[in-house]
């Protein structure tokens, strides 16, 4: 019998090709996924992500894909993320850590840290003390009793503080704010700069009534 020679090269060809058409497959499926290093001692998968890192994963590294990167190794690495924070007129530090360390689902985590917090008695700006005294301010430019002022300055115990011109009965030594008031009694607490830096308040008569920190 005469063997078909073209059917023969015909079908080793086709072979070659199933076999090349395979490895290219396999290969295009291997770019796609992160590399298995090795099994260690406690059952993890030791992987290395697409950046180079080693890290251990609980799934085998073949399950997963290359575009993991591990965030953070430790504490450390997410201490250049840090910003402190201005409350109550202190500086505060925000806490920061690494969230599933050494893994593909690391992250760092910020938590702002009150027990950090350390007073400012010149105020606090940008998380921050302020080292120098600063000026005092009056929005409305002084002594003005027709206009409700926000005023910030020295106290004259040394201390940084911040207020408003307010309404409120003198009577009995007390001066607490309300929202208005009319008769003898009744007065505006104005606060103002007495100089640059000193700010003081001092309370004026409204004969025709006080209401929400200026006389009426």
Do not use: H
């Not at 690391?106 to 010149?122: A, E, L, Q």
Request: with cysteine.
């Amino acid at each position: 019998m005469v063997k078909n020679v073209n059917s023969f090269g015909g079908k080793r060809w086709t072979i070659i090709i199933v076999i090349i058409v395979v490895v290219i497959i396999i290969g295009i499926i291997s770019v796609g996924l992160a590399i298995k290093v090795s099994q260690n001692n406690n059952g993890l998968y030791n992987c290395v992500d697409s950046t180079g890192k080693t890290f251990e994963s609980n799934e085998p590294c073949n399950n997963l894909t290359i575009d993991s990167v591990i965030i953070c190794n430790n504490d450390s690495e997410c201490y250049a993320s840090s910003q402190n924070y201005c409350y109550n007129n202190s500086a505060c530090e925000v806490y920061n850590y690494c969230e599933n360390p050494a893994t593909v689902s690391s992250k760092c985590v910020n938590v702002n840290n009150s027990n950090s917090c350390v007073f400012c008695p010149y105020g606090c700006l940008d998380g921050k003390c302020i080292n120098t005294i600063p000026n005092c301010t009056d929005s409305d430019g002084g002594i003005n009793l027709k206009i409700k002022g926000d005023s910030r300055g020295l106290s004259e115990n040394g201390s940084i503080f911040s207020d408003s011109d307010y309404c409120t009965w003198r009577t009995n030594n007390s001066d607490d704010p309300i929202m208005s008031c009319f008769g003898v009694n009744c007065s505006l607490w104005e606060y103002y700069c007495v100089t640059e830096k000193v700010l003081t308040k001092y309370p004026y008569n409204c004969p025709t009534g006080c209401i929400d920190g200026r006389c009426r």
